[in-house]
Structures are given as C-alpha cells and as structure tokens.
C-alpha cells in the first residue's frame, strides 16, 4: 500500500510537471475574462441602467457571460496537448506503459488528475462565475445563464478526452478520422441557441462527457498492440 | 515475491517461442526461437529492417505478434505483471526518456516508482555530466542523454536489463568504458541483459552469446566465443578471374571482387580446400584471414 | 474490458455524430420547398384566394379555379391593401353598406402569428409590471422586475434587492382573489412600444387564470371564469387597435380562445383540431372576417368567421407530407434515422430523434452488414467476434458501417 501511495505520487508529480504552466496560464486567463465581465457589467449598468440590462438579459437573449464561450474547450484542448502530446513525442509513452502498473491504470491515472485539474480549473472560473452574477442579478437570470454556459464546460470536458484519444492514436489516418468524430460530438455542446435553451439536453450531454471519460483507453490499447 | 519465484524455477531469463510476424502483409519473420539464460549477456545483432526493433517491441508488449509468444521470466510478454515489469530495465532506442523534466525531476519521479531504486549509480554518472541542475533533458547533447538514460536504468537496479542501441551517440572512449563498465555490473550483480547493437565494434568486450539476424531468420545464435572460433574468412586468389566460383553448403557466404574471393565458413582449410579440388577450382592461393567480431557480422550477413 | 466498453462507447459516439452530420449534408443538397401557398378571404368574392409561389412565379387562385392578377388580387382584398387601392383611387366607396373609412380599417386590422417555437422556448422569469393609468402618454420602464414563486415580489434592478412593500401589498391582492401560487405560466407584453398597457395574464397553481396589472401603484387582480378542464398551454398577449381582446389562451385539449377586452369573456375560436404543439396559426383580422390558418407538416386548414366568430367559409388542403416526396423517400430509403439538435419547432437544444417511417432502410442497412462482413473476411477475422459490431449495422446502417470502421474492433487474446 505504501509502494502504490508513493508511485501514484510519482505519476502525479510527473504530469504535474507537464501541465503546470498550461494549466496556471489558463486559470489566469480565465480569471481576466471574468474580471473583464465583472468590469463590463459594472461599466454598462452605469451607462444603460440596471433595469435595462436586466431587459436585455430576460427579453433579448444578452448572454453577459459570452466571452467565456471557448475558453472551456481552450484549456480542455491546451491541457491535453500539454499532458499527452510529450508522451507521444518519439512514442515516450512506451516509458508509461513500462512503469511497474497495470497499463489501462497508468492511463486512467494520468487521465484522472488532468480531468481532476480541468474541473478544479473550471470551478474557480464557476465560483468566480457566480459570486459576480449574484452581486448584480437574481436567481433568475444567473440560472439561466448557467445553463446557457454549462454545456461550454462539459464541452471543455469532452474536448479533453477526445484531445487525448487523438494524440495518443498511433495511426495518422485515424487520427483524422477520430478528430471528425470529435468535431461532430464537441459541436453539439457549442449550438449557437438563446439562453437557457440547452436545458433539456443537459442530462443527456453529462451523460455523453461521463461516457467520453474512458475513451483515451482505446487508443492507449491500440499503441501498446503497435497499430502502424 | 512471484518474481523471484520464477527467476529460481527457470533457467531462462527470456525465452521467444515460434515468434512469427507480420506488417500487413509484409513477412518480418516466422517461427523466430530463441532464449537469453539468466546471468547472460545476448546481443543481437543484425543490419537495419532485419527485425531487431521488432523484436524488442514484441519483448516490451508494444507490439503484438502475428503468432508465437515470448516469455519474460516465464511471463507472456504482452502481459506482464507490474512486479515482473519492476525486474525490466527497459533502454527505448535513441535513449528516449522524459526529456521534459530536468535530472533532479527524473530521478524524483523514478525513485517513487522502483522500490529497488538506488540513486547512486545515476549520481556518479550525473556528475560527470557538465549540465546545470535546472537544464532540460531535451537541451542536453545526444551523449549526455544517452548517460541519464542509462543511469536511471542502473539506478532502478533490475534483473534484466533490455538495451536498445545503447551505444548510439557514445563517444568511441566512453562506449568503451561503459561497456567494460556494464560487464563488470552484470557480472557482479548476476543482471541479464538483451541488448541490441548496430555498432558491433567493442560488442565482444562485454557480450557472451551472440545472436545474428537477417532477414525473416537467424543466421547464428552462440556464445560469440565459439563463434569468433568457429567462423572464419578464407581469401582465396583465382587464376582466372573470370571463372565460375562454385557454393555449396560448406559456403555461408561469398564475396567476390574479379580474382579475389572471400569464402565465409564454418569449415576448416582442409575442407575448404578439398572443396576447391572437387570443382577443379584453379588458384593462386588461400589463406585464412583473423577477423573481428565486426568482420564476422559482415562476412555472415553480407556487405549489402 | 473496459478498452472493449470504450470502444463502444467510441462506436456510439461516432454513430451520434454521423447520425446528425450526414442527414444534415443530404438536406442541404436534396431538400425540395413543399410550395405551401399563403391563403385570404376575400371580403368582396366572398371566397379564399391562394397565393401560390410557383416555378413561374407567383400564382393567385380563388377556389373555383379563377386566377387573378396582383391588381385583381389586390382589389379583392381591399382590406389588406387600402393603402395601395385608395393611392390608385381604385377603393370602393363601401362594402357590403359600410361606408369605407381608412381609419376605421386601420382600427380593424391585425395580424398575429403562432409557432411551436413561441410555447417551445425558454420563458423569463422576471417581468416589468408598468403603470397602466399613469396619466402619461407614454410609458415608462418601470425600475423593478417582478416574480411569482411562493410569493409575488419584487426586486429593484439597480439594488438587486426585493422591494418588501409592493411586494406584499401584490401577494396579498392576488391572496383575495384566492391565487394559489406559484404562478405557473405568466404573459403579458414587456415593452413600452404599445399603445396601452394591460399587465399580465397569470396562470396559478391550480390552473386558474388571472389578470393582473398595476393602477397608480396600486394591485388590480381578476380572477377570470373559465370552463372547468381547460389546460391552459400557453398565452398570447396583444394589443390590438380595436382594443377587443386581450389575449389567446392556447390549450390543450379545448382550442384556442380569446379573451374579451373588459368583461373576460372567453370566446373560443371555431378551429377544429389545433395542437399547440405540432401547429402553426395565422391569424389576420379585419372589419369584415378573421381568418384562422393552422398549418401542419402536410395540410393547411383555413376558418374564416364573421365579426361575431360564426364560420362563414372553409378551405383546406393536403400535400404530401415530408415521407412523402420524392427527397423524403429517398432519405428513409437510406437513413434509418436523424439526430438533429435544433430543430425549427422548438427553442430548446435537445437530441431530436427522427425514425424513418417503413423500412426501406434496411435495404440499405442489409449492405452495409455485407459490406462489413466482406471487409472482415478480407481481414481474416473472426465473424463471431463481430456479431455485436454486425447488429450494430444493421439496426443503425450507415452511421454504425462509418462507428465501426473509424474505431476498429481489432483486439488479441
């Protein structure tokens, strides 16, 4: 038990290094992008008034929080670039694959602390998110903006894992195949839709990002079988 | 520990059964036998696209076999145990490491995952590298990559230690001390070691048995002691150099320059020369010519 | 194991995107416009006028046959096109004896459109309740949004903070009137671009409706009769010129109703069959006629009454619906489903399956398994293995042929 707490500790430290400059200059960034929203808010409710801000949220579709429509998929994108591409590099995944652990386990451990950070990413930028909606707005349009933005985050998610599920593909011509996939699965998370519309699809996207988790494993299995 | 239980019931460290491999449709090779006894050092040897990589990636479970498996103490090498992956030392060709980290962050990293792990060997050679201690593997030279890779490796302290080229990018002095250095360590501390070579020249310093591919087969596998007794180069001188120079099975291989040819042979003078007179070669002389393990690899798998 | 689970779950995947893209693909190139003409009753024919758009342009014909040109057109629907008749000094001095007064015509006329999209969509939750009797000509934005949940409240945009006095002083009016909150449908006309306002019509908990609207600061609340089993949908504010009703009431089961200005008198529209859900409504009204167009995917149905909601004339027609036609039944002949995400009946985001009526798919689904088998065999695998990735191609054609190959079942042992 000892062994396996220190090896883990190993592995962690490893992508630890990979991603940390990706992953601080993406929870920068989207903290600027929340303190420019937080300053447009401010600036235009002193300009247009509060009561006609609010109209512009409930009856004309203003989304106050648009500009953080891809950071999500961004930072999924960067993060898994970060944390897979090196491994690819000269197929320096073989070293991964050879550690002293089961190989489907090594991966899902790598996998896990990047979906582990990406989601600490997104629940600062979420907390931040919210504790700006509720000084200006009530429940109301923060909910639905919410949902409006929701989808970019589960999106940022699956993008993550069908990043890593393309890096780590061994064969050319499947990577390009894996990334039309990709583009016609991330694309449903990012329909240009009024707010709120994505309500009725919200389980059933949680359900595909939960699904998509695992899906590096099939190209991590096909490297390992050396697929050329 | 499961491990040591197999390193005690058997006598091979490795041993590759009916290997058989296919590219597509592209043979590479077919019931390939072969096994490393525990306590030896093997080199295998062959040119470029003989299978030398394919067999080191089917030894490492990175590549599956067409059919045929190879057994690492007495473990399918497609699934080996993290115990018995723990006993590997694994040298990925062109000493590929994670070259994103620096040498303080790599030794940190690995000494969590080996228990056996013994930094000393990987200090000794980092202080003689001239690198700063916050430099990237990556900006390093070719040379000094390759003594981080092999470091860690000796650091990691396995039983079996599976080399891929490692001698690319030495320096002509350091591949010498090294390999003497590395037969010193595997003999003292009982290692095995599966390695691979394209520079054959030292190899016989530090190898016991010699493993020669070509393509779709092996030529040889010996102890390269035996071998280097064994094989010999006859130069022969014609009379008429444009006459036919007949083969039979005495001839493992032919290379002929207008008079002169080179008769490559497990035989001795007398059969070779009892040959000659069979079919009425006519010549000027024959003598046999001293050979390195190097000339020896030429003279079995041919110039081209 | 679990490589296996991600592969189908790859599969599935790959089977979701194709299922969206490739339908989409064959619209975009394939797609015929159905040609469904616009219809009006004609106040001087006394008869409906289709207009047709055409390969030759468009086409004006009245039920018996008869064609018109735009002036034709135009001089049989001097209702509509006052304006234009009045300009050519061709409008006449009075129609069935009334004397023709532009100002009155203009008072007379609407127009109102319903689609799926408008009860389909994501709703406010916040409204502005103007001063209805403020004295002033105009208007004015008031500083507050309200909410109907468990209370009626209000809160002050520039505070984000409830305004606790109004907010009693409404829960407490709509408490009278035995208000069961929280509201479940709330409508009204949140601008200041209309003529007057009369609040909001509020459906409570119970299912019952109210109006409810401010007069110089104070609450007006009115609980509205309606006939017992109404399931009230949706509701359409308006704001007419001739100031008769409020509103449509969309429902369920009943029909769609209007609701008298002044006396909340429900007067039910005679159009039979409307499904708030799958129809769209036209609604055009002038000093003679209403008329009330419903539209579905394959029929067109047109009710015109008289100003006393009496049927005086029908029209209906049918066309082949979108399975029908020629690029309909090519698509299920080849598709055995879509997947769209948005869909024009709807605001809402969501996965919209579409089965392909019959099956004449699984034609094409029967090659697709062969085509599978063939490349299988070319590869010497074991068909056996393929069993699950075969049934696959076979419920799901195409898209599963496309989730197979991209993410091969290639596994050893």
């Known amino acids: ?228 | 520990m499961r491990g040591n239980h197999n390193q005690r019931k058997g006598m091979y460290a490795i041993e590759c059964k009916n290997l058989t491999h296919y590219y597509g449709k592209k043979l590479v090779y077919e019931n390939l036998n072969f096994t490393v006894e525990e306590g030896k050092i093997l080199g295998l040897l062959g040119k470029n696209g003989a299978g030398k990589s394919t067999t080191i990636n089917i030894l490492n479970g990175f590549l599956h076999p067409t059919a045929g498996e190879c057994l690492i103490y007495g473990e399918n090498s497609q699934h080996l145990t993290p115990a018995t992956k723990e006993r590997i030392g694994f040298l990925i060709e062109g000493h590929i490491q994670y070259s994103f980290m620096n040498i303080h962050q790599i030794e940190k990293f690995y000494s969590g995952i080996y228990s056996r792990w013994n930094s000393e060997p990987y200090w000794e050679l980092m202080s003689k590298l001239k690198v700063t201690p916050r430099q990237k593997i990556s900006s390093m030279s070719c040379g000094q990559r390759s003594q981080v890779a092999l470091g860690l490796i000796l650091a990691q302290d396995p039983d079996l230690l599976i080399l891929d080229d490692f001698s690319m990018g030495l320096d002509p002095g350091y591949r010498r001390l090294f390999i003497d250095y590395l037969r010193d360590y595997a003999k003292t501390n009982q290692k095995t070691i599966f390695l691979t070579s394209h520079i054959i020249q030292d190899m016989e310093r530090l190898i016991d048995d010699v493993l020669i591919m070509d393509y779709n087969r092996i030529l040889t596998q010996q102890p390269v002691n035996e071998f280097m007794k064994r094989f010999k180069q006859f130069v022969i001188r014609l009379k008429n150099p444009n006459a036919d120079f007949p083969k039979n099975s005495l001839s493992l291989n032919i290379e002929r320059t207008k008079d002169r040819v080179e008769f490559y042979t497990y035989g001795t003078l007398e059969e070779l020369k009892q040959f000659l007179s069979e079919h009425a070669v006519e010549y000027v002389s024959v003598e046999q010519q001293p050979l390195t393990l190097e000339d020896a690899f030429i003279g079995l798998t041919g110039k081209y | 194991m679990m490589v296996k689970i991600s592969r189908y779950i790859l599969v599935f995947i790959g089977i979701l995107a194709a299922s969206v893209a490739l339908p989409e693909l064959y619209w975009t190139i394939f797609e015929q416009v159905p040609g469904t003409p616009n219809v009006y009753y004609s106040c001087t024919l006394n008869d409906f006028i289709m207009l047709r758009p055409g390969d030759n342009g468009v086409t004006r014909q009245d039920t018996k046959g008869n064609t018109y040109t735009l002036d034709e057109f135009e001089q049989h629907l001097p209702m509509m096109f006052f304006r234009q008749l009045m300009t050519d000094g061709t409008m006449p001095d009075s129609i069935h004896g009334v004397e023709m007064d532009p100002t009155a015509i203009n008072k007379a006329r609407s127009y109102f459109r319903y689609t799926t999209k408008d009860m389909l969509s994501p709703r406010p939750k916040l409204w502005p309740m103007f001063e209805s009797e403020s004295g002033r000509v105009n208007l004015a934005m008031p500083d507050d949004y309200f909410r109907i949940t468990r209370k009626m409240e209000f809160i002050d945009a520039a505070t984000n903070e409830v305004n606790r006095g109004k907010s009693e002083k409404f829960t407490r009016a709509l408490e009278e009137q035995d208000f069961l909150f929280p509201a479940r449908l709330i409508a009204g006309i949140p601008t200041t671009r209309k003529s007057c306002d009369e609040g909001y019509f509020v459906k409570d908990s119970r299912g019952d409706l109210f109006h409810v609207k401010m007069i110089k600061g104070e609450p007006y609340v009115a609980r509205i009769d309606i006939p017992d089993p109404m399931d009230i949908l949706h509701i359409e504010c308006v704001d007419l010129r001739s100031k008769e009703y409020y509103c449509y009431l969309f429902t369920r089961h009943s029909g769609v109703f209007v609701v008298m200005e002044g006396v909340y008198h429900l007067q039910r529209i005679p159009l039979e069959g409307f499904n708030p859900f799958e129809h769209e409504l036209k609604i055009n009204c002038d000093m003679f006629n209403k008329t009330f167009a419903m539209e579905g995917e394959d029929f067109l149905k047109v009710v015109a009454v008289d100003d006393m909601y009496e049927v005086v004339d029908t029209y209906e027609e049918t066309w082949d619906g979108i399975f029908k036609r020629p690029d309909g039944k090519m698509f299920a002949s080849i598709f055995p489903f879509e997947l769209e995400l948005r869909i024009a009946k709807t605001g809402y985001v969501d996965f919209y399956f579409t089965r392909s009526p019959g099956f004449a798919w699984l034609i094409v689904n029967l090659i697709f398994v062969g085509l599978a088998v063939w490349l299988i065999l070319r590869r010497r695998g074991n068909l056996m293995k393929n069993i699950p990735d075969l049934l696959i191609v076979l419920v799901t054609g195409v898209f599963g042929f496309i989730g197979t190959q991209i993410f091969p079942n290639k596994f050893y042992d």
């Open chain 1, 1 to 228: 038990m000892q062994i396996d707490y220190t090896m883990w500790k190993a592995i962690i430290y490893k992508e630890w290094i990979k991603i940390r400059w990706t992953a601080a200059i993406f929870l920068g960034l989207g903290i600027l992008v929340l303190i420019n929203i937080l300053l447009r808010i401010r600036h235009d409710i002193l300009f247009v008034d509060a009561t006609n801000y609010w109209y512009n949220v409930l009856f004309r579709g203003y989304n106050y929080a648009s500009m953080l429509k891809f950071l999500p998929f961004l930072a999924g994108l960067g993060i898994s670039a970060a944390q897979y591409f090196p491994e690819t590099v000269n197929r320096r995944i073989k070293l991964t694959f050879h550690l002293p652990v089961k190989e489907s386990r090594v991966l899902m451990g790598m996998h896990l602390f990047g979906t582990g950070s990406l989601l600490l990413i997104y629940a600062v930028w979420l907390i931040l998110f919210v504790i700006i909606s509720a000084i200006y707005f009530p429940p109301e349009i923060m909910q639905s903006t919410l949902i409006t933005i929701i989808p970019w985050f589960m999106g940022g998610l699956a993008t993550y894992f069908m990043a890593a599920l393309i890096l780590l593909e061994p064969v050319w011509l499947f990577r390009v195949l894996y990334a039309l996939v990709a583009y016609g699965f991330i694309t449903m998370f990012y329909q240009r839709a009024g707010l709120a519309a994505y309500l009725p699809a919200l389980p059933e996207l949680a359900v595909l990002t939960v699904l998509s988790s695992i899906v590096v494993l099939f190209s991590g299995y096909r490297f390992r079988k050396g697929e050329m």
